[in-house]
T-cell receptor, first 111, second 113 residues
Framework: SQQGEEDPQALSIQEGENATMNCSYKTSINNLQWYRQNSGRGLVHLILIRSNEREKHSGRLRVTLDTSKKSSSLLITASRAADTASYFCATDAKSGNQFYFGTGTSLTVIP | KAGVTQTPRYLIKTRGQQVTLSCSPISGHRSVSWYQQTPGQGLQFLFEYFSETQRNKGNFPGRFSGRQFSNSRSEMNVSTLELGDSALYLC????????????FGQGTRLTVV
C-alpha cells in the first residue's frame, strides 16, 4: 500500500504552543498535500509542496519535505483552540488526481 | 466561487437497498474523485473521473460505481448495501488534469441499518 502514516496519532497541547506532526510515505511522489478535517466534516486543503521543494510557508503553517527520507512535517505555530482537528497528509499517484491519505494526527489545542 | 457541494448530507438506508450520492465540483473543475472514510480504514480512494471518463479506480467491489456528466457533476452509486458501507463519502474536485490541489466537499454521511 502507498498509504502514508502520520505521527503522532494524537497530540494535545496548550494554546500558544507549536504543534508538529510528521508524515512518512512509501513511494516516489510528485507532490504532497496537507489537509485538516474537523470532526465528521470535509477536508480543508492547507498546503501543497512539490517534490522539488524543501520548505513552504503559509501563515502559521510551515511544511518541510525530505524526499530522501520519504517524509514531511507540518508545523503549526502559536496554536489556537480553533486548530483542534485531524490533520492528514496526502501523496499523489503516478497519474491523475488520485491521492493516498495517511492515517491522520488528531490535534487537540487546550484553551 | 462556490465550493464542492455534496448531496445529501446525511442518509440512512437499509441493507440490500441501493443509494446514489451526488457531487457538484467547483465551477471549471473537470476532475472529480470519490473517497470513503471509515474509522477502521481511514480515507480510501474509490474512483476518479475526468471529462466524463473514469481514469482511476480503487480496490472496491463492483457494487460501487460512478459516472460524470458533461457539466462535470458526478454521481456515485452503491448497490446491495451492506452494513460495512456505512461511512462518510467525500468528493473532491481538481482543476487540472493531474497533480494539483484537491478541494473537498462536506461529505455525505451514509448509515446502513
Amino acid at each position: 500500500s502507498q498509504q502514508g502514516e502520520e505521527d503522532p496519532q494524537a497530540l494535545s497541547i496548550q494554546e500558544g504552543e507549536n504543534a508538529t506532526m510528521n508524515c512518512s510515505y512509501k513511494t516516489s511522489i510528485n507532490n504532497l498535500q496537507w489537509y485538516r478535517q474537523n470532526s465528521g466534516r470535509g477536508l480543508v486543503h492547507l498546503i501543497l509542496i512539490r517534490s522539488n521543494e524543501r520548505e513552504k510557508h503559509s501563515g502559521r503553517l510551515r511544511v518541510t519535505l525530505d524526499t530522501s527520507k520519504k517524509s514531511s512535517s507540518l508545523l503549526i505555530t502559536a496554536s489556537r483552540a480553533a486548530d483542534t482537528a485531524s490533520y492528514f497528509c496526502a501523496t499523489d499517484a503516478k497519474s491523475g488526481n488520485q491521492f493516498y491519505f495517511g492515517t491522520g494526527t488528531s490535534l487537540t489545542v487546550i484553551p | 466561487k462556490a465550493g464542492v457541494t455534496q448531496t445529501p448530507r446525511y442518509l440512512i438506508k437499509t441493507r440490500g437497498q441501493q443509494v446514489t450520492l451526488s457531487c457538484s465540483p467547483i465551477s471549471g473543475h473537470r476532475s472529480v474523485s470519490w473517497y470513503q472514510q471509515t474509522p477502521g480504514q481511514g480515507l480510501q480512494f474509490l474512483f476518479e473521473y475526468f471529462s466524463e471518463t473514469q481514469r482511476n479506480k480503487g480496490n472496491f467491489p463492483g457494487r460501487f460505481s460512478g459516472r460524470q456528466f458533461s457539466n462535470s457533476r458526478s454521481e456515485m452509486n452503491v448497490s446491495t448495501l451492506e452494513l460495512g458501507d456505512s461511512a462518510l463519502y467525500l468528493c473532491a474536485s481538481s482543476s487540472a488534469r493531474e497533480r494539483t490541489e484537491a478541494f473537498f466537499g462536506q461529505g455525505t454521511r451514509l448509515t446502513v441499518v
